[in-house]
């Protein structure tokens, strides 16, 4: 196997970025520094270190990206650009979106081919905090606060057909932005269609700009730019239980 394929097997961070450490003698194969991507290892054999540590075999790849506007959370759409479009250089089958954000919506997006992961992060069950940056039209009364936190009819029903009520829910409320539209963050636990959208809505609000900044312990790393990504940290996926 190539280097560069092992090293992004194991997370060390995108092929353009694994490039960049090799050549600052980064790595070591059986102690002596590889400077080179395309060297080939026998990853059952040899023993590869990254920083002085020798890494372990991980089967799955974490990539969290800033989900730009105009860009469907699909694995492929022929129409637009899609979210493994802009990871295009990582080569790497089987990767997935964790959930979808709406095509004009901004922000965390985690990529993986860990379909537990996914799972569990997307379980309706396990009521994983997400949370948004919402730019409204119309400032939020204290009643319309009361209403999202509580529980808000966004038009879903329950299997007996009575009124599935979304999940209390927290309301931040934050200052204006530069157009002077109301700025709030909210946080949900659940991920239905178009969920802040039509909550908004059943308060006669509307949304003008969307933004996920974070979903459980995972947050937007705000140095990425829209479009951008990186792999997760080991950090990062420590806090996920991985
Ligand atoms: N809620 C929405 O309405 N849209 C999104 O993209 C995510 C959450």
Redesign the pocket.
């Known amino acids: 196997m190539r280097l560069d394929k092992y090293l992004g097997d194991h997370n060390v961070g995108t092929r353009k970025q694994i490039k960049e450490y090799l050549k600052n003698g980064r790595c070591t194969v059986n102690g002596t520094v590889i400077t080179k991507p395309d060297v080939h290892i026998d990853e059952n054999v040899d023993e590869i270190s990254f920083d002085g540590k020798v890494l372990s075999y991980s089967r799955f790849h974490y990539f969290m990206l800033y989900k730009p506007a105009g860009v469907v959370s699909a694995t492929n759409d022929k129409r637009n650009t899609t979210v493994l479009d802009l990871l295009k250089e990582e080569n790497v089958r089987d990767l997935s979106p964790c959930g ?3 095509i004009d ?1 901004e922000g965390l997006l985690l990529i993986t081919d860990d379909g537990v992961l996914i799972h569990k992060l997307l379980s309706p069950k396990k009521h994983v905090d997400k949370v ?1 940056e919402v730019h409204i039209k119309h400032a939020l009364s204290d009643d319309d606060i009361k209403v999202l936190e509580n529980g808000v009819d966004i038009g879903d029903k329950n299997d007996d057909g009575s009124k599935k009520l979304t999940l209390p829910a927290k309301v931040y409320v934050k200052d204006s932005d530069n157009e002077g539209n109301p700025v709030i963050e909210l946080t949900i636990h659940e ?1 239905r269609f ?5 909550m908004l809505e059943a308060v006669g609000n509307e ?1 003008l700009f ?1 933004k ?1 900044l974070s979903m459980g312990s995972l947050f937007l790393d705000e140095s990425l730019n829209p479009g951008e990504y990186r792999a997760l940290t080991d950090e990062e996926l420590k806090e996920l239980g991985l």
């Open positions: 979808r954000l709406d919506t948004y991920g178009h969920q802040v959208k039509r949304v969307l996920r």
